[in-house]
């Protein structure tokens, strides 16, 4: 499995963005049902943080800080999984990157162990300036 993030860039604050994370070479006969994936972000000097975790197990975790701003959904026919990003912050600069791992088990559970995700895409920038 790949993925590959994309919809990051520049934004003022309050503004918005929508992230992509595209995953190919899902095994054969796997969907994105199979799959929790999950967006984390990472600032400059800082550890990384879990932003939003989806699974078909559970409804979808946010981190506290982007709950009520942030939308996590996935088309499954195009492999891919969004992050709406609204009302944007300068703390919400970052590097966006998805994770996955093949398991139907609880993205709340992913988020907060996200060593156990087997595969990651290389991120995205988001720079959100005043």
């Known amino acids: 499995v790949q993925l590959v993030e994309s919809g990051g860039g520049s934004v003022q604050v309050g503004g918005s963005l929508r992230l992509s994370c595209a995953a190919s070479?899902?095994?054969?006969?796997?969907?994105?049902?199979?799959?929790?994936i999950g967006w984390f972000r990472q600032a400059s000097g800082k550890e990384r943080e879990a932003v939003s975790c989806i699974s078909s197990y559970d409804h979808p975790y946010y981190g506290e800080s982007v709950k009520d701003r942030f939308a996590i959904s996935r088309d499954k026919a195009k492999n891919t999984v969004y992050l709406q990003m609204n009302d944007l912050k300068p703390e919400d600069t970052a590097v966006y990157s998805c994770?996955?791992?093949?398991?139907?088990?609880?993205?709340?559970?992913?988020?907060?162990?996200?060593?156990?995700?087997?595969?990651w895409g290389r991120g995205t920038l988001v720079t959100v300036s005043s």
């Open positions: 070479g899902l095994t054969a006969g796997s969907t994105l049902d199979d799959y929790v």
């Open positions: 994770g996955a791992v093949r398991d139907r088990y609880s993205g709340s559970y992913y988020c907060q162990a996200s060593r156990f995700l087997t595969v």
